[in-house]
């Protein structure tokens, strides 16, 4: 059994997946630049401070060759960013995965784990997605990462590598046992925005487009909680390990909530009454996204554990008590 090396592992999704290996009794060491990830977040790994794209740092870990899984997090992900500078996203995500897999194939390493997103499907008409949705992404931050998917893809075929690629739906909540979350300054992301407004740390939020063609005229998500996400990668590292294929899955639960429905719960659980203003439809949201993960289910035996919207909202507000109580803003 190697060690794993985990990129972006002081990010959100990252350190609760190391959380997880190392519990498992795993050996990791991360690789961060820390601009967006904390150090204190990395629990139980040795950290090293540096890019995916800094062939040096990369080739000096796996120059030890006994790293024979790569998990790859290190990654922008702020969408409306995406849009206003792509270059900065096919940067770091599109050239800093080449870079990365180019130092893996030449290390012989035997298996990536890559940390992909839903926004790989764009708008899917009926707004539920498999894996084998036609991929046709609708902003940068997406195509970003299907360049990556790609590139994998055509790697594992020329080379002895396999991979697995998950696809991320809407990740959400925290840590059960209070001790990582979500650290993002100006964050977008609804659940952790409405939580954000629950403690007093926002004025308040906004609604982006109430006429979409869906029950309530807001969005629909598939939001999945980060612990049952991160049980989705230590399943793909026992596949990998157990000679499974190369394979792209869908994290997801199969079904949604709507942006009324979820703000409602943030009310409820908080005991706050949220300030909403609605507004226009925010540019390249698709009224419905939902996973179809039977395969996850299948091939992993994957059985998630926190399927509960009150659950999801419960550890983000309490991880967002915990930064106010540490006085971060
Ligand atoms: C997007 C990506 C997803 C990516 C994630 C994190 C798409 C289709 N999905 O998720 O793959 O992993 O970002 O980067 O591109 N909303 C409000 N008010 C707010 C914030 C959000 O109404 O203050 C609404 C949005 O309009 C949307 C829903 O809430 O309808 C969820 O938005 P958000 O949490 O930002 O995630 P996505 O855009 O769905």
């Not at 840590?175 to 004025?203: F, M, S, W, Y």
Request: net charge negative; charged share 20%.
């Amino acid at each position: 059994m190697g060690r794993i090396l985990v990129t972006g592992g002081a990010g959100y999704i990252g350190s609760h997946v190391v959380r997880q290996l190392v519990e498992r009794g795993e050996t990791v060491v991360v690789l961060d630049n820390l601009s967006t990830g904390f150090r204190d977040a990395v629990i139980g790994a040795e950290l090293v401070v540096g890019d995916i794209g800094d062939r040096v740092a990369v080739d000096a870990l796996l120059g030890t060759g006994d790293i024979d899984t790569v998990m790859h997090f290190a990654a922008h992900t702020v969408v409306p960013e995406s849009v206003s500078n792509p270059l900065k996203y096919y940067g770091n995500n599109t050239c800093g995965t080449r870079s990365l897999l180019a130092a893996c194939a030449e290390a012989g390493v035997a298996h990536v784990v890559f940390s992909s997103t839903a926004a790989v499907y764009g708008m899917p008409s009926s707004g539920v997605a498999d894996e084998d949705t036609p991929t046709l992404p609708i902003n940068p931050y997406g195509w970003s990462k299907l360049m990556s998917e790609t590139m994998l893809r055509d790697l594992s075929a020329a080379t002895p590598l396999r991979h697995v690629v998950l696809r991320y739906f809407n990740v959400a909540g925290c840590d059960p046992g209070g001790r990582i979350g979500q650290n993002t300054p100006n964050a977008t992301l609804l659940i952790k925005v409405a939580c954000e407004h629950a403690v007093g740390k926002r004025p308040g939020l906004a609604i982006f487009g109430t006429d979409y063609d869906t029950p309530d005229g807001t969005c629909i998500r598939d939001y999945i909680h980060v612990e049952d996400l991160a049980a989705a990668h230590l399943g793909a590292l026992d596949h990998l390990r157990g000679g499974g294929a190369s394979t792209t899955l869908n994290c997801g639960y199969g079904h949604g909530y709507s942006v009324r429905e979820v703000l409602e719960a943030v009310q409820r659980i908080s005991g706050t009454r949220l300030d909403v203003r609605e507004e226009p439809r925010r540019a390249g949201d698709p009224p419905a996204l939902i996973a179809r993960s039977e395969k996850l289910a299948k091939i992993f035996g994957w059985t998630p554990r926190h399927d509960d919207l009150d659950v999801i909202v419960s550890t983000a507000l309490a991880w967002e008590r915990t930064l106010l109580a540490r006085g971060v803003r």
